[in-house]
C-alpha cells in the first residue's frame, strides 16, 4: 500500500502561495513544508526574514504533521491543566504551540503540512491558511469528476 504524501511540486506551488501572500502583507517569513512522513520537503527564507524563525517554521510543519492538527488547535490543547500540557517539551523541543501550522489533507487523509514564522501569530496564520487554500482549489480542479 502507497502512502499518499505532498509532491515537491505541490510544495513548491504552496511556497510560492505563502511567499505572496507574506509579501502582500509585508512580513518577511520562513516557510516551510514537511511530507506525509514529516520530513522536510521544501522551505523558503524571504529576504529580511528573521534567522531565529527558520527552525520554527519548520518544527511548526513537523509539529502539524505529527499530531494531524493545527499549531493553534494543539497549543489550545496543551494549557495548564488541559490533557496535554508540557507537550512542547517532547520530540527534542520540536513541538510548537502557538499558530503557524496546519496539516494538509487530501479528503481526511494527512499528507503533509506546512508552517511559516516570521510574523505575528494571526499573520503566520494568513500565509499558511492562503497557501493551503489555493492546494485544494488547485486538487480540486483536478478531481477526477
Do not use: C
Not at 502557538?98 to 514564522?117: M, N, Q, Y
Amino acid at each position: 500500500m502507497m502512502i499518499e504524501t505532498l509532491s515537491l511540486g505541490d510544495a513548491r506551488r504552496m511556497l510560492m502561495t505563502a511567499e505572496a501572500k507574506a509579501a502582500q502583507i509585508g512580513v518577511p517569513s520562513n516557510i516551510a513544508v514537511v511530507d506525509a512522513g514529516g520530513n522536510l520537503l521544501a522551505f523558503a527564507r524571504m529576504d529580511g526574514a528573521w534567522l531565529g524563525s527558520i527552525d520554527i517554521a519548520i518544527d511548526k510543519a513537523f509539529t502539524a504533521r505529527a499530531f494531524d492538527m493545527t499549531t493553534e488547535e494543539l497549543g489550545a490543547m496543551s494549557q495548564p491543566k488541559r490533557m496535554t500540557f508540557g507537550i512542547q517539551n517532547t520530540n527534542h523541543d520540536r513541538v510548537v504551540i502557538f499558530g503557524g501550522g496546519v496539516p494538509v489533507k487530501v479528503g481526511e487523509t494527512v499528507i503533509g503540512a506546512i508552517g511559516s514564522s516570521g510574523g505575528t501569530v494571526d499573520q503566520d496564520v494568513e500565509i499558511v491558511e492562503a497557501a493551503l487554500a489555493a492546494f485544494e482549489e488547485e486538487r480540486s480542479r483536478h478531481a477526477v469528476i
